[in-house]
């Protein structure tokens, strides 16, 4: 099966930069995604990583390494609007194939003035 | 604009009735997905789908069943309620294609109360 970590709860000041890491484990890794979830709402996607490396996109950035089976999400110029659930999850060939996910249990981000 | 939509958006029923969950999409996406999302577990694949006629069970697959009979529609059916069915319920879609991102789109969800 697979393992995902993140941390449970950040707390950020606005204006900041904050850095939510993920760790997972899985035989036949096929990319890696994050989501973000406002409270009472669907998640939205953010970025997607299957080679090493940053990708960047605005404020926010996502970094991937493969070998060390380890990624973090990182938000720039903190707005009180990122204050949300933050889901990393997985694809991986060996669990079925085609696109399903699974999900880490998500980084609750506290944005405060 | 293409969406997803979920209906009901919130449902109470009792335990033991029988309950189904609608999702369509009008993305025609072949892969569809249902979660559910409670405190301390995240999003947990419940079933899903990578076309018409098929179906696959996920992670938490006990006491539900799906049905694929065109591409826009993946109704989730809860044959007897049981309490420990109360959630908040996503469904989602994406592409085929695997050699790309293609992120899953979700629905805005059902909350489900079984009482």
């Known amino acids: 099966g697979q393992n995902i970590d993140q941390p449970t709860e950040m707390t950020a000041t606005e204006g900041a930069i904050v850095q939510i890491n993920c760790t997972y484990q899985t035989s036949g890794f096929n990319g890696l995604f994050w989501y973000q979830q406002h409270a009472g709402e669907a998640p939205t996607f953010l970025s997607y990583?299957?080679?090493?490396g940053l990708e960047e996109k605005g404020r926010f950035s996502s970094f991937l390494s493969r070998s060390k089976g380890y990624s973090y999400l990182l938000l720039k110029e903190l707005q009180m609007k990122d204050s949300a659930s933050y889901l990393c999850a997985v694809r991986d060939w060996l669990t079925g194939g085609g696109n399903k996910l699974t999900f880490g249990t998500g980084t609750q981000l506290k944005v405060e003035l | 604009d293409a969406e997803i939509t979920q209906s009901p958006r919130h449902k109470i029923t009792e335990t033991g009735r029988q309950v189904t969950l609608a999702c369509h999409q009008t993305w025609n996406h072949n892969n569809m997905f249902w979660y559910r999302q409670d405190l301390g577990h995240g999003l947990r694949l419940i079933h899903y789908s990578y076309g018409v006629q098929d179906t696959n069970k996920g992670e938490v697959s006990d006491g539900y069943s799906v049905s694929r009979s065109n591409t826009e529609d993946l109704p989730l059916t809860l044959e007897s309620a049981a309490s420990s069915q109360t959630s908040v319920y996503f469904c989602a879609s994406s592409e085929s294609r695997e050699s790309s991102g293609n992120e899953q789109f979700f629905g805005p969800g059902t909350r489900l109360t079984v009482l």
């Open positions: 990583n299957v080679l090493d």
